[in-house]
């Protein structure tokens, strides 16, 4: 499937899997909550595929049914911890800032949706790109998270297009349903993410698999 690239107007990114490698820096912290509390430490595999649903869903799933009445309390220290350590490990995918300086220069507004706490994702993309002025960054503020179609109908609205006008890009099913959810039609899987590619194209539909990120710019022409 094509698209008409000219009625493109902004390019909006999921943040962890798409733009970056967060994995590192939430192990890193979720252990840290794990010790602290006498709990079994995750790995690396784990912290993977427990990642994409919010902060809620990250916990209750290393946690394994475990001191679920100190939920609460478990979820503050880790954020306290995170919040502090989100950008020491965290590896931005290569040629990404690059693709986002082509992709701005040409006139596309860029956004970015995430169900990371908003608080940190703001500060990790001015850390992370510096450079890049985004147009939108939107993350998870209160219980509502994607697939919620919340933050591409404030991008939509924010930046003043129509929801044809967006292009959405994100690595799991949850930005798959996201997407659907939001009407957002011109979806973009990325496979270098947090999920299998054969897993991916199995329950996903998007209008195109991209195994990197000079991919991207080949298909937008940047």
Known sequence: ???????????????????????????????????HYSLPIINEEEAYS??????DHFLTCAM??????????????????????FFVNTIIYPYIEEFLFKAKKKGYKL????????????????AAFPSIDFDFVGGQVGPIRKPNPLLLNQV??????????????GDTEVDAEFAKNAFVNNLF????GFRDKKYLMEV??????????????KYFKL
Request: hydrophobic residues 40%; glycine residues 4%.
């Open 156 to 169: 939509a609205d924010t930046l003043k297009c129509s929801k044809n006008e967006i292009a959405y890009f």
């Open 50 to 55: 427990f990642l994409g649903n919010g902060t």
């Open 64 to 85: 394994r049914g475990q001191k679920m009445d100190h939920f609460k309390e478990i979820k503050e220290y880790y954020l306290s911890k995170y919040s502090n350590h």
């Open 189 to 192: 899987i990325v496979t270098y």
């Open 1 to 35: 499937m094509e698209i008409e690239l000219n009625k493109i107007k902004v390019l909006a990114f999921d943040c962890d899997g798409t733009l970056m490698n967060t994995v590192p820096d939430y192990l890193y912290a979720m252990n840290l909550a794990m010790e």
């Open 111 to 126: 956004a970015v949706c995430s169900n990371k706490p908003e608080f940190v994702l703001k500060k990790l993309i001015k």
């Open 204 to 217: 996903t539909n998007p209008i195109e698999f991209f195994d990197d990120v000079p991919s991207i710019e």
